[in-house]
């Protein structure tokens, strides 16, 4: 299918608006822990200095693996607007006292790594866990083109090291190839094998957000997508960090579907439905301003290196 002009992957995540697509290098992305904005236009692995006293004091965690660009020959279109998602995701959760490590444009079994590695470290409270790629049901795609198994990346957290920790996943990717016309859907059962392994696979104590129902497409805007952007918002927002976990994701739902509304002449008036599952066994506030605060003196150097200047390399890219 195509929007002005520009054909489209059936089953990848739709793009709101034309775009002229950089050729990068294949190998490039970023590994950071308290990044600057800046630092995400540095193609190749890099790491930011904090202060050895942050590391004294076990703290939440949060990883966010983001795939922008893929390798030619991927027949994977490059998504203009990941980047902003991933700027504003490690503003929102660095102030709300998260150590956050992002990692840009990696292979699949980077991503199987990336994850299986951050299972194996325990955390304070809570883990968040952010993929944003193409998609389809029950997988993501590296930035080689290569299918990741959402089941296994879950499956990895039911481990002793985050036993009795809060895991939120958020996955911003496509899960078919639908088009939503805004008719009600329910996606809380799914005959699909794939589907229901997925779904076994969740630990307890777990909470997936998707950007989209069974089934359907997610959108992509160049100033973020829908999902990753309202929830930076409500988190910012007075109160939202004391939400309870299903309260707001809930709200995230309400906002999306009810508030967004794709343009342009072949997709306009289509909508998008978010969804998730819970294995919460309790009550769980993963980002409420009290837990923040005890955080606030380890953050606070990581929070003058995303305000202050910075001086960034020349881009690997040619």
Not at 1 to 7: A, I, L, P, Y
Not at 114 to 127: R, W
Not at 189 to 215: N, Q, R
Request: hydrophobic share 35%; net charge neutral.
């Amino acid at each position: 299918m195509t929007e002005n002009g520009r054909k489209l992957h059936i089953g990848h995540e739709r793009q709101m608006i034309s775009q002229t697509h950089k050729v990068g290098s294949p190998y490039s992305h970023t590994v950071c822990d308290h990044i600057t904005p800046q630092c995400l236009t540095e193609e190749k692995t890099m790491s930011c200095k904090i202060p050895l006293s942050a590391n004294k004091r076990m703290k939440n965690r949060a990883l966010i693996v983001s795939v922008e660009s893929f390798y030619p020959g991927a027949g994977l279109n490059n998504r203009n607007g990941a980047k902003k998602d991933t700027q504003r995701l490690h503003k929102t959760l660095s102030k709300l006292g998260f150590s956050v490590e992002i990692r840009i444009d990696i292979e699949a079994d980077e991503i199987y790594e990336a994850f299986k590695e951050a299972s194996k470290k325990t955390v304070k409270d809570c883990f968040v866990g952010v993929i944003s790629s193409h998609g389809e049901e029950g997988v993501v795609f590296g930035a080689d083109g290569r299918a990741v198994k959402l089941a296994e990346i879950y499956s990895y957290f039911g481990g002793p090291s985050m036993a009795d920790k809060s895991k939120l996943f958020l996955i911003q990717a496509c899960r078919g190839h639908g088009l939503d016309e805004g008719v009600e859907v329910d996606s809380s059962f799914s005959e699909e094998e794939d589907g229901v392994s997925e779904l076994f696979s969740i630990p307890i104590d777990t909470a997936v957000m998707y950007a989209t129902s069974p089934g359907y497409g997610a959108f992509m805007h160049p100033l973020g997508s829908e999902l990753i952007q309202t929830f930076c918002k409500l988190l910012e927002e007075e109160g939202g960090p004391d939400l309870e976990i299903t309260r707001l994701l809930t709200r995230i739902n309400f906002q999306v579907a009810y508030n967004f509304e794709s343009r342009g002449k072949e997709l306009g008036g289509k909508k998008q439905m978010p969804c998730f599952v819970t294995r919460f066994t309790r009550e769980v506030f993963p980002f409420r301003k009290m837990a923040a605060a005890e955080d606030l003196s380890l953050s606070f150097a990581a929070t003058q290196l995303i305000d202050e200047p910075s001086r960034s390399r020349k881009s690997s890219i040619s």
